[in-house]
């Protein structure tokens, strides 16, 4: 089912007046989430991701705007009768239950025409248990069970009463680097397999980049942009989206162009046909610099870090922005760390450039 948001606003009373009567936690959200796709809700922590996520759940109710369910307007709707199945970063399971008893719980609430038998609640707890693999574990109580089973024992209750909409905030967040990326490959798995409308919240964007059909990034209560992440990684429409997706981070520079030619210093470093005469700021992903002795760029050479599959040239530069900049070149390319300098020549789709006032893209032809 998808989702649509019209005009979704939310404002707080301020704690600190002095920042002004309100934080506007979500700033006119306007865009439709397709149904059956899990998207990712990413941005930096108080960026107003929880917010959003509680407005959709209907714990929270919105000072402005719609929330739609297909052709359903739900703004007004209470969160129980929404359909949403909800996950937070704390598995909240109770301790003296069973997983069993754990996944069963939402179920024995239901009353009058809905109300189920103690044998099909415990089906559909097995077959919400199936579905995260701890089918097998059904007996125990969540001490017995390690932070990755908690929180599928958290999936399976929130899957359990087979809601329209799955809603996880920051999951995976209390979990172990491995368990991590294993946890979210799971929820991935486990999305396929229902065709739930999945909207999930990461302030890690490899996360969101790695399992989401699309990623909404935002920043301050607004949407920056949405898109496949690779799109969004490939065409960031601004600074702030730029340098906040990547690992290793985008390299930023002040630069000019003149004469169609980008000047990073005194060098010439790219032809970039399009931009009129201007001051610039230059993004370049690490990726984007090609180890080269005849090359037009010239930075000084840090260090050089061999993390297994490539290496990573750390350089300086006088018009750095950045407080490091990196350089991924394969592990077999040779760096002379004998010199002070080292040169590279770019690849044009991995430089972006910016308005230095309204920090916008500024397209040029690759
Ligand atoms: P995120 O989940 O992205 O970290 P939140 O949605 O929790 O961000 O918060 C967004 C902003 O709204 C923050 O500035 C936060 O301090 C503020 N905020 C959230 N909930 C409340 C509340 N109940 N009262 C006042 N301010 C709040
Ligand atoms: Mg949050």
């Keep these: 089912m998808k989702i649509r948001l019209e005009n979704l606003t939310k404002k707080f009373p301020n704690r600190n007046k002095k920042h002004g009567e309100y934080v506007i936690a979500v700033n006119d959200f306007d865009f439709e989430i397709p149904s059956g796709k899990l998207i990712g809700l990413l941005g930096p922590s108080g960026c107003g991701k929880s917010t959003t996520l509680n407005l959709i759940s209907g714990l929270e109710t919105p000072t ?22 909800l996950v937070f970063q704390n598995y909240a399971l109770y301790p003296h239950l069973t997983v069993q008893q754990n996944i069963m719980f939402p179920l024995q609430n239901l009353r009058g025409k809905d109300k189920l038998s103690k044998d099909e609640m415990k089906r559909r707890a097995l077959e919400a248990a199936k579905l995260v693999q701890i089918d097998t574990l059904m007996e125990r109580k969540p001490s017995e069970l390690s932070g990755g089973q908690q929180q599928r024992v958290a999936i ?54 790695s399992i989401s ?49 980008l000047y990073i210093g005194e060098e010439n470093v790219l032809a970039t046909p399009g931009i009129q005469d201007r001051d610039v700021i230059c993004a370049i992903r690490p990726e984007g610099f ?42 077999d390319s040779l760096v002379d760390e004998e010199k002070n300098t080292v040169r590279f020549s770019l690849l044009p789709r991995k ?16």
Excluded: W
Excluded at 164 to 173: I, Y
Excluded at 297 to 322: K, Q, Y
């Design 64 to 85: 402005e705007g719609k929330i739609f369910f297909g052709e359903d307007d739900v703004t007004h709707l209470p969160p129980e009768n929404r359909g949403v199945g």
């Design 156 to 209: 399976a209750r929130a899957l359990v009463k087979m809601p329209r909409v799955l809603l996880l905030d920051e999951p995976l967040s209390n979990l172990d680097a491995r368990l991590r990326l294993q946890t979210r490959e799971e929820i991935r798995r486990i999305q396929k397999a229902t065709g739930i409308t999945t909207i999930f919240v990461t302030h890690d964007q490899d996360e969101a980049m």
């Design 213 to 261: 059909d699309q990623i909404v990034v935002m920043k301050d209560g607004v949407v920056h942009q949405i898109g496949k992440p690779q799109e969004v990684y490939d065409h960031p429409t601004n600074l702030f989206v730029a340098t906040f997706l990547g690992t290793p981070s985008i390299n930023v520079f002040r630069a000019r162009v003149q004469g169609e030619k």
């Design 290 to 331: 090609l180890l080269d002795q005849e090359g037009p760029f010239t930075l000084g050479l840090d260090r050089v870090e061999i993390m297994g599959r490539d290496t990573s040239v750390v350089c300086t530069h006088e018009a750095a922005v950045s407080e490091v900049l990196r350089a991924i070149v394969r592990t």
């Design 351 to 366: 430089v972006h450039l910016f308005d230095p006032e309204t920090e916008e893209d500024l397209p040029f032809e690759v």
